[in-house]
């Protein structure tokens, strides 16, 4: 494996003004992200650490801080509320275990991030990824959560939501992701 192939990935092309199309890109990030986290626990396990694998690791750290929980929030926000108000029994259950999908992935992630931290910052000697269950459930759970989101939630609260509110979504989105001192915004 070559250090070019473990570190980084661009940001989504789409933006803001296209609240659920931006969503989608988040979760390709996501998909990028876990790929990523999976390249580096065999990296590590093949070829020990070194520069890659710290920059692989500061890499998913910082998808997974920083974006993930804007994404859940997004989610929690402007998706779900609308199907939790429906008449529709099936929409408010689908909503109930992607909140509660949220909550698990927040969990196994707090789990998660103490061994990737210590990769990123002072490698330890061992090169087997002591989570090995969690990390599978992460991943599991994840993809899980994308596709009910996709097939049926997101289309779902399009329906629901008429152009100014979708409008507002995403301006929302995207007030709360600037950063202060530039006022540009960060990764969805």
């Given at each position: ?32 992200s876990l ?6 626990v065999a ?133 709360r992701r ?11």
């Amino acid at each position: 494996m070559t250090h070019t192939s473990l570190p980084g990935f661009a940001s989504p092309a789409v933006g803001f003004d296209q609240p659920f199309e931006m969503l989608q890109a988040c979760h390709e990030r996501v998909e990028r992200s876990l790929a990523l986290l999976q390249r580096l626990v065999a990296h590590v396990r093949d070829h020990g650490h070194d520069a890659a694998s710290r920059s692989a690791a500061r890499d998913v750290l910082r998808y997974f801080d920083l974006a993930a929980p804007h994404h859940h929030l997004d989610e929690e926000r402007h998706v779900l509320p609308p199907l939790l108000a429906s008449d529709d029994a099936g929409l408010r259950a689908l909503a109930e275990q992607l909140v509660a999908e949220h909550r698990r992935m927040e969990a196994l992630w707090a789990v998660l991030r103490e061994p990737l931290q210590q990769w990123a910052d002072a490698p330890p000697a061992s090169t087997t990824f002591p989570l090995p269950q969690a990390l599978a459930e992460f991943i599991a759970v994840y993809a899980g959560h994308i596709a009910r989101e996709e097939a049926h939630a997101y289309p779902q609260a399009q329906t629901l939501l008429d152009a100014t509110t979708l409008a507002d979504m995403g301006e929302e989105m995207r007030a709360r992701r600037r950063t202060p001192a530039t006022g540009r915004t960060g990764a969805p």
